[in-house]
C-alpha cells in the first residue's frame, strides 16, 4: 500500500532563512506522481508542484526547488530565503497512476513557521 | 479562471442531523474528489467521479455517506445521523482527464468545516 512520511512536524525559521521539508514515500506502483500542497491559515489547499516518476530532473520556481531522489524515495521541498508569507502548513501526496487510482495520499503535514 | 467553490462553507448541526453539502469543479474538468481532514491530519480521500459515475470509494465512506453528482457537474456530500466523529473539514477538489501537463493535477475547494454537537 501507499504511504507518503512527513517526519517534521513543525519547523521555526527565521526570515531569510533557508528551510528543508522532507517527504518520504512507499509505493509498489512503477508509474506515479508526487505533489507539494500549501496550506495557509485560510485553509484552502494550493498545488505547487506535480512530478512524474519518471522524471527525477529537479525543478526550481523562484524560491521554491524540489529534490526528487527515486533512490530514496524522498521529494524534498527547499525554501530560499523564506518569507513571513510561508508560514503554512505543507503537505505532500502521492497517486499511482499505474493502478488507474485517482486519490491522492497525504502526508500528516509540516507546520512552518517563519518568524521575522 | 473560477476555482472550486464549496457551500456551505461552515455548518454547525446536532448529532444525529443530516448534512448536505454541495462543491462545483472547475468547469473544464470531468473528475471530481471528496476528502476529509480532521485537525492536525492531512486530508483523506473519501470518493471520486469521473463525469456522473463514482468510480472509486474509500473504506471510510460509511453506509451514512453518499455522494452524486447528477449531471456531471457539480457534486454533493450527504452525511446522515451525524456523529461527533464527523466533525471535520470536507475539501472537494477536481481535476481534467485530457492529456497535457496539468493531467490529473488536482485543485481544491476552500472547503466545508462540519461541527457536530
Redesign the interface.
Known amino acids: 500500500a501507499q504511504k507518503v512520511t512527513q517526519a517534521q512536524t513543525e519547523i521555526s525559521v527565521v526570515e531569510k532563512e533557508d528551510v528543508t521539508l522532507d517527504c518520504v514515500y512507499e509505493t509498489r506502483d512503477t508509474t506515479y506522481y508526487l505533489f507539494w500542497y500549501k496550506q495557509p491559515p485560510s485553509g484552502e489547499l494550493v498545488f505547487l508542484i506535480r512530478r512524474n516518476s519518471f522524471d527525477e530532473q529537479n525543478e526550481i520556481s523562484g524560491r521554491y526547488s524540489w529534490n526528487f531522489q527515486k533512490s530514496t524515495s524522498s521529494f524534498n521541498f527547499t525554501i530560499t530565503a523564506s518569507q513571513v508569507v510561508d508560514s503554512a502548513v505543507y503537505f505532500c501526496a502521492l497517486s499511482e497512476a499505474g493502478t488507474g487510482r485517482r486519490a491522492l495520499t497525504f502526508g500528516s503535514g509540516t507546520r512552518l513557521q517563519v518568524q521575522p | 479562471d473560477t476555482g472550486v467553490s464549496q457551500d456551505p462553507r461552515h455548518k454547525i448541526t446536532k448529532r444525529g442531523q443530516n448534512v448536505t453539502f454541495r462543491c462545483d469543479p472547475i468547469s473544464e474538468h470531468n473528475?471530481l474528489?471528496w476528502?476529509r481532514q480532521t485537525l492536525?491530519?492531512?486530508?483523506?480521500?473519501l470518493t471520486?467521479f469521473q463525469n456522473e459515475a463514482q468510480?472509486?470509494k474509500?473504506r471510510l465512506l460509511s453506509d451514512r455517506f453518499s455522494a452524486e453528482r447528477p449531471k456531471g457537474s457539480f457534486s454533493t456530500l450527504e452525511i446522515q445521523r451525524t456523529e461527533q466523529g464527523d466533525s471535520a473539514?470536507y475539501?472537494c477538489?477536481s481535476?481534467s482527464s485530457l492529456a497535457g501537463i496539468?493531467t490529473?493535477?488536482?485543485?481544491?475547494?476552500?472547503?466545508t468545516?462540519l461541527t457536530v454537537l
Do not use: I, V
Not at chain 2, 492536525?40 to 480521500?45: A, H, T
Open positions: 473528475r474528489y476528502y492536525g491530519q492531512g486530508p483523506e480521500f471520486y468510480l472509486e474509500s473539514m475539501l477538489a481535476s496539468r490529473d493535477t488536482q485543485y481544491f475547494g476552500p472547503g468545516r
